[in-house]
């Protein structure tokens, strides 16, 4: 069986290029704090919501919708008509992390599949099996931090589906958990639906030399001709007495197409693609070129060589824990 | 496939003299009525820009000898020309063919950020806000002119196909196919 290509969807259009594209299912999110990509300019309201469902249906993909921030005490009613609202939509499925909006969708809206989001950091069968008894969950989108022996483990102990990034930005925190870019924005993916946000992002460039700045600190300085990074807490590059490095993880981008065919005899059913942020143009190119990756190892064929290098942060790419030890 | 950063044309240099001595005023007056016609046929891109719809943005072609202020105004924008620099909420600069590419989505703009074709400063959510507006909107500036052109929308055509070919700088959006 094929493995199911998940794609990132920011606007309609990118919904649209996704599909013509090949993906057989694109994620996207409404635009409001409910889901973990809450950038400006970004995400779908109902009536486009409505309509990407229905173009997707109607060229065979499907639509989930990622409603995977926190709900704010006192709040909830922003989450549960997002839920109800997706519903009413036609979306296959949604992507939640919060236990009590889980309980909630699983209540109100049991007709409705829902997937654990990497937001929700399960990373054992034990907790993975809870989700799934407790409130129904049918897929996990597994965290960036395991190695596929330790992804194959997990199928061997569950039913739930799993999904796995393979390719875009690289979290190596246990999404959900991390508070990083509070402490230096006062804004987090997990509350708020933005890591880093833009907001608090700041460019100068003097005569080449790239200062990127996240709520007023200098996250990385780079020289002329050397390519430009995103100001995020965990990829950036720190001075501590002689020693100047990065601390957690390189300014670098995952990409797993090469270990598709290990992923897939590790019991994967879905590779997700990140970068609901990105445009359609780099939506459809990464879509290509997993779709062709996909159908090739369905065929029995090589996988086609990757092309996708300069649409990395960085410019530069990395198989993420699949396949390293961390520092 | 589209081309990567590294193969991005470069206005002519000597195709930038005539644009030295250009009166600025029709000019801003002529890209001002041409932005509310696409602001009347595309109004969603500026709901998109949600707070930033009143931001005042400077879109700089580096290969051209002058800057372009876009003020979307709410919906209905203005549009100036000027030399040199400007103020504004946020500063794009790239090559006139990255900045092109990015609104025919030939282009994505993190990857020309990344390489540093494209340079961003200020307001970077305002930016970030413009870009995604843009993306979505699936604009073709060619297509958009030749439109606004009436009966001398076939002169138009031939009149930007012979701009492309000397330039080498895409004015219109290349067909999907041969654009991913």
Same mark, same amino acid.
């Given at each position: 069986?094929? @493995? ?5 969807? #920011? ?8 599909? +013509?594209? %090949?993906?057989?299912?694109? =994620? ?16 779908? /309201?109902?009536?486009? @919501? ?60 049991? #007709? ?17 099996? =809870? ?55 006062? +804004?987090?993916?997990? @509350? ?18 790239? /200062?990127?700045?996240?709520?007023? =600190? ?5 020289? +002329? ?24 993880? /390189? ?46 190892? /369905? ?17 530069? @790419?990395?198989? %993420? ?7 | ?15 930038? &003299? ?11 007056? $002529? ?23 009143? !931001? ?35 500063? $794009? ?13 030939? &282009? ?6 990344? !390489?540093?074709?494209?340079? $961003?400063? *200020? ?26 052109? *009436?009966?001398?929308?076939? !002169? ?6 012979? $701009? ?17």
């Amino acid at each position: 069986m094929v @493995m199911e290509i998940v794609c990132p969807a #920011g606007t309609p259009a990118a919904l649209r290029a996704a599909v +013509k594209a %090949g993906a057989h299912t694109v =994620y996207c999110g409404f635009a409001d704090e409910t889901n973990a990509r809450n950038f400006p300019g970004l995400n779908f /309201d109902r009536a486009e @919501m409505r309509e990407g469902v229905a173009f997707a249906h109607q060229h065979g993909a499907k639509v989930l919708v990622a409603i995977n921030t926190f709900p704010r005490a006192g709040h909830e009613a922003i989450w549960h008509s997002a839920v109800a609202d997706a519903e009413a939509c036609g979306a296959d499925a949604v992507i939640l992390a919060d236990a009590g909006l889980l309980a909630h969708t699983a209540h109100h809206h049991p #007709g409705l599949r829902r997937h654990l989001s990497v937001q929700a950091a399960a990373a054992n069968a034990d907790v993975i099996n =809870y989700y799934a008894e407790t409130f129904g969950v049918k897929r996990v989108v597994l965290p960036r931090v395991l190695s596929v022996p330790e992804i194959a483990a997990i199928n061997a102990e569950t039913e739930v589906e799993t999904e796995v990034f393979v390719f875009g930005g690289l979290c190596v925190m246990a999404e959900g958990r991390c508070s990083l870019s509070s402490y230096a924005t006062g +804004k987090s993916p997990n @509350m708020n639906g933005v890591c880093s946000p833009a907001s608090h992002v700041e460019y100068r460039d003097e005569n080449g030399v790239l /200062d990127a700045r996240l709520g007023g =600190y200098i996250i990385h300085r780079v020289n +002329k001709g050397e390519a430009a990074p995103y100001p995020t807490l965990c990829k950036g590059c720190f001075s501590a007495g002689e020693k100047t490095g990065h601390l957690f993880e /390189d300014p670098v981008s995952l990409n797993a197409e090469k270990l598709i065919p290990q992923l897939q005899k590790a019991g994967v059913t879905a590779l997700k693609i990140e970068g609901r942020q990105r445009s359609r143009s780099y939506v459809a190119q990464v879509v290509r070129n997993f779709r062709a990756a996909v159908d090739a190892l /369905d065929a029995g064929r090589p996988l086609p060589e990757g092309m996708l290098a300069r649409l990395s942060e960085g410019q530069a @790419m990395t198989t %993420g824990a699949y396949k390293k030890t961390w520092r | 496939m589209s081309q990567s950063p590294a193969q991005i044309p470069r206005f002519p240099q000597v195709a930038t &003299y005539p644009l030295r001595v250009l009166p600025f005023a029709p000019l801003s007056a $002529i890209l001002s009525a041409f932005s509310r016609k696409i602001a009347q046929k595309h109004p969603g891109m500026f709901r998109r820009l949600g707070e930033y719809d009143h !931001s005042r943005f400077i879109l700089d072609p580096t290969d051209l000898p002058f800057v372009i202020c876009l003020d979307p105004n709410g919906g209905n924008p203005r549009v100036s020309v000027t030399r040199g620099p400007a103020d504004g909420a946020a500063r $794009i600069a790239g090559p006139l063919a990255a900045l092109l590419g990015l609104v025919h989505g030939a &282009y994505d703009g993190d990857a020309l950020f990344f !390489s540093r074709d494209l340079v $961003i400063e *200020g307001d970077t959510a305002a930016a970030l806000a413009l870009r995604n507006a843009v993306d979505d909107a699936e604009l073709d500036f060619a297509q958009e002119l030749s439109d606004l052109s *009436g009966p001398l929308a076939h !002169s138009m055509q031939r009149v930007l196909a012979l $701009i492309e070919r000397r330039t080498g700088v895409n004015l219109s959006r290349p067909e999907e196919a041969e654009l991913w």
